[in-house]
């Protein structure tokens, strides 16, 4: 499943081949398929594995943060954040890949999404009076600027974008400007 | 797309020619919404436009060529639309909350159009996500030419143009994906507030959605 994860970052998932795949991990053809009925298989499982990762991480640093809401979500988006830069080609799967490979992988996306909605859902203050969909757009949004920065080879400065997507994410609550006091 | 009629009609072959291709990408666009993406197959498309196999291949290469063809025009359908509800206004605010209408109102009504357009069309391949891509990054410029520089006087971060429209888009999606296309437009005021409010602060926001 790293193999494919690699691959996909290198060549994108239509371009890989289950050849490319036995040979990337060093493993027999038969040994991928006593575990998987194809290349759709091994793309879902990696994804699979690598968001339980990625959630993982997030709810993890969610909970970590003492404090306030805010330093949850802060502490959450800076482990995401964290893991774009560290793993880039499993944060490409993910982030680009998943979403055009197979009709699959697009509906595992949206659930992926549905769960860091749901942990911006759990934190964020519920008398906001803001739309229903608000968290939806915003882990969206984010998603979205991780997909657009990892497409461009940028993944390692993942950072560098904290300030501006902390902000993006928490000035409908607070009102713009606010969450740098 | 009605066919045309059969045997002599004096219409110039270009015409047919051109009947013919859009009736195939409105085919193709007709069968994506029903059946998605693996199960539309050049047969099918052909079915739905009324012409034959033969025919597709003297307009498209292959299911892809014709799938990048529909794309292209579906984005600049929708494109179109927005640039026509945009061009009304000089002012910023209503320019947005107008171009974010006539999207929403487009897409609900034209349900295959949203499907091709923000979900199924990405089954295609590279091609026509490379196509999404610059579609979304496309919709940035028009919500920051003319941006006020955010309530509290600051300009607003370079990124949230771009998280706003992929937002937008995503949210889209993911109503497309499960199936409410057609209520897309029910999305309208909060759309519009998330759009906004970054801009004009939530009070003002709400102002210009209530005045619309």
């Known amino acids: 499943m790293d193999a494919m994860a690699e691959l996909t970052a290198e060549q994108g998932y239509e371009a890989t081949k289950i050849a490319d795949i036995v040979r990337r991990a060093g493993v027999a053809r038969k040994t991928l398929y006593d575990n998987f009925d194809g290349k759709e298989e091994v793309f879902l499982g990696a994804f699979d594995s690598a968001v339980d990762e990625i959630a993982g991480q997030i709810e993890e640093a969610c909970k970590a943060a003492a404090g306030e809401w805010v330093d949850g979500v802060t502490a959450g988006l800076r482990a995401f954040l964290d893991y774009v830069a560290e793993k880039p080609a499993i944060a490409r799967m993910c982030l680009v890949e998943a979403m055009s490979a197979t009709p699959a992988s697009a509906t595992r996306y949206d659930a992926a999404l549905e769960r860091l909605i749901g942990l911006m859902r759990e934190r964020a203050p519920a008398d906001s009076g803001l739309p229903e969909t608000t968290e939806e757009t915003l882990v969206g949004g984010v998603a979205w600027i991780l997909h657009q920065r990892i497409r461009r080879g940028e993944s390692e400065q993942a950072l560098d974008l904290m300030p501006e997507l902390l902000d993006f994410l928490l000035s409908p609550y607070l009102g713009v400007g606010k969450q740098k006091l | ?212």
């Not at chain 2, 693996?38 to 307009?59: C, P």
């Not at chain 2, 794309?71 to 000089?90: F, G, L, N, P, Q």
């Not at chain 2, 309530?151 to 937002?167: F, H, S």
Request: a negative charge; glycine letters at 8%; charged letters at 25%.
């Open chain 2, 1 to 212: 797309m009605e066919r045309l009629p059969r045997g002599r009609h004096g219409l110039s072959p270009e015409f047919v020619a051109q009947n013919q291709r859009q009736r195939l990408i409105a085919g193709l666009t007709e069968a994506l919404y029903q059946v998605g993406y693996q199960k539309t197959t050049v047969s099918l498309i052909g079915e739905r436009a009324s012409v034959s196999k033969s025919d597709f291949y003297k307009h498209f290469e292959s299911k892809d060529d014709c799938f990048f063809a529909a794309y292209e025009e579906a984005v600049e359908r929708i494109r179109t639309e927005i640039v026509a509800a945009c061009s009304k206004h000089d002012e910023w605010s209503p320019r947005v909350r107008d171009g974010i209408v006539a999207a929403l109102t487009l897409l609900a009504c034209d349900p295959a159009l949203a499907s091709l357009s923000l979900v199924e069309g990405l089954r295609a391949g590279r091609g026509v996500y490379d196509r999404y891509q610059a579609a979304v990054e496309s919709f940035v410029p028009y919500l920051r030419r003319g941006a006020p520089a955010g309530p509290d006087g600051e300009p607003v971060p370079v990124a949230t143009d771009e998280a706003v429209v992929g937002g937008i888009a995503s949210l889209l999606g993911r109503r497309v994906l499960a199936g409410e296309a057609e209520q897309i437009d029910q999305l309208l005021p909060d759309v519009l507030e998330f759009a906004l409010t970054p801009y004009l602060g939530a009070a003002e926001a709400r102002r210009i959605i209530s005045a619309g």
